[in-house]
């Protein structure tokens, strides 16, 4: 089956600490995107990327990275800057950008601080 | 302004009611329209595309106002199923930039 898969479903940070999300596609997607969700409010951008070895930062991207390597994978890395991590995080994946095809999402990560 | 709002919400209703939901954007170059909806603690699903002459999926009418920069959606005959929170979603002319909105809740009560 096609689809998107994130690991960890829950995942525990101490402070000082930094974590890594994982997040793969099987769609033949381009374009990949990382967001985050806290409780009552809407999705915020954190990175995307539209091709291999490129991507760009969203509106909140202070204290993450990202890496795009190959083209089903794009890890998320939540570095000790990052000061409230605790949040619900997904990734998504879309077509290449020309079609305009929405995007579709996988079941997300919960993160939580220790 | 924000770039995307929706109806504040939460919208209670009993089962069978019609619920109408709005989204307004004030980005003017966006291109694309869609309805998610999102289960508690569950990722965002595609409910539906909005298209300029407005469209239907069975119970759910999406309608686009470009002029007056809104989008809307309906339910008809809500179920028990379709409490959820709805999120109106725009992306740009190239497909690159989704923006969200806050999303409505709705829970249809027996």
């Known amino acids: 089956d096609g689809g998107i898969t994130q690991s960890p479903k829950y995942l525990f940070r101490k402070e000082g600490q930094n974590v890594t999300l994982s997040c793969e596609q099987n769609l033949n997607h381009d374009a990949m995107y990382w967001y985050r969700q806290d409780p009552g409010q809407g999705l915020r951008l954190i990175y995307y990327s539209q091709i291999v070895n490129d991507f760009q930062k969203g509106d909140i991207a202070e204290g993450y990275s990202v890496s795009r390597e190959k083209k089903e994978s794009f890890p998320l890395t939540v570095t000790s800057a990052q000061k409230n991590p605790t949040a619900f995080y997904l990734c998504?994946?879309?077509?290449?950008?020309?079609?305009?095809?929405?995007?579709?999402f996988g079941p997300g990560t919960r993160l939580l601080v220790l | 302004r924000k770039e995307v709002e929706q109806d504040p919400g939460p919208f209670n209703v009993p089962e069978g009611a019609t619920v109408a939901f709005n989204c307004t954007y004030s980005?003017?170059?966006?291109?694309?329209f869609f309805w998610y909806r999102q289960d508690c603690r569950k990722e965002p699903k595609l409910l539906m595309s909005v298209y300029s002459s407005g469209n239907e999926d069975g119970r759910f009418t999406a309608q686009l106002n470009r002029a007056s920069q809104y989008i809307s959606l309906l339910i008809r005959d809500s179920k028990l199923s379709d409490s959820a929170t709805y999120l109106c979603?725009?992306?740009?002319?190239?497909?690159?930039?989704?923006?969200f909105g806050p999303g409505t809740r709705l829970s249809v009560l027996p």
């Open positions: 980005n003017s170059a966006s291109q694309s």
């Open positions: 998504a994946s879309s077509t290449d950008s020309v079609s305009a095809e929405t995007q579709y």
């Open positions: 979603v725009l992306s740009d002319d190239y497909g690159q930039n989704f923006v």
